[in-house]
């Protein structure tokens, strides 16, 4: 069994490279499964981010820790990221998001409409929405009208969203 690194640094002039963690162990006396490890680690006045990757012939997993992680298409303004609380996938004019507790009052589960970025995200400006507290927001592509599926009810409003115009439930 051998191990390879190598490493090339053009031009540093300042700064340092520390390579982390790279292991191959084997997990039986016999030889017959062996663990591979490589760790990546960056640590910037305590901000820490990296990955591992993991393999023992069976089973691998591959793990990132970043405030964001971003997917991105090359050319394009359309990706994916993973940011505190929720994954989001974007475009020029839309996006799709779902998480735990995010928008501009903490409330959403599930949002769909167009690209203004998460913290913007409300049930008045979405296609689609789910709260956290059950409740699913169906709008038509225009903002003119809605309907509202909660738990206990059913509701069909006016095309200025003001009235119910047919309510069902308890």
Do not use: H
Not at 31 to 45: E, F, P, S, Y
Not at 147 to 167: C, F
């Amino acid at each position: 069994m051998s191990v390879g690194v190598v490493i090339q640094i053009a031009s540093m002039t300042s700064g340092s490279l520390a390579v982390d963690d790279i292991v191959v162990e084997r997990l039986t006396s016999d030889d017959i499964r062996a663990m591979a490890r490589v760790t990546n680690v960056l640590d910037v006045n305590g901000i820490i981010s990296g990955t591992v990757s993991e393999n023992d012939g069976v089973r691998s997993s591959f793990s990132v820790l970043a405030s964001v992680f971003r997917v991105l298409t090359g050319g394009t303004a359309s990706g994916m990221e993973w940011q505190a609380n929720y994954l989001r996938v974007y475009g020029s004019g839309y996006q799709y998001v779902i998480g735990t507790g995010f928008g501009a009052s903490n409330n959403l589960v599930q949002w769909v409409g167009p690209n203004i970025g998460v913290a913007a995200c409300t049930i008045a400006n979405c296609s689609q929405a789910v709260t956290t507290a059950g409740e699913t927001i169906i709008r038509g592509s225009t903002g003119a009208g809605r309907m509202e599926i909660s738990p206990t009810a059913i509701k069909v409003y006016d095309t200025v969203n003001t009235l119910p115009r047919i309510e069902l439930g308890l």
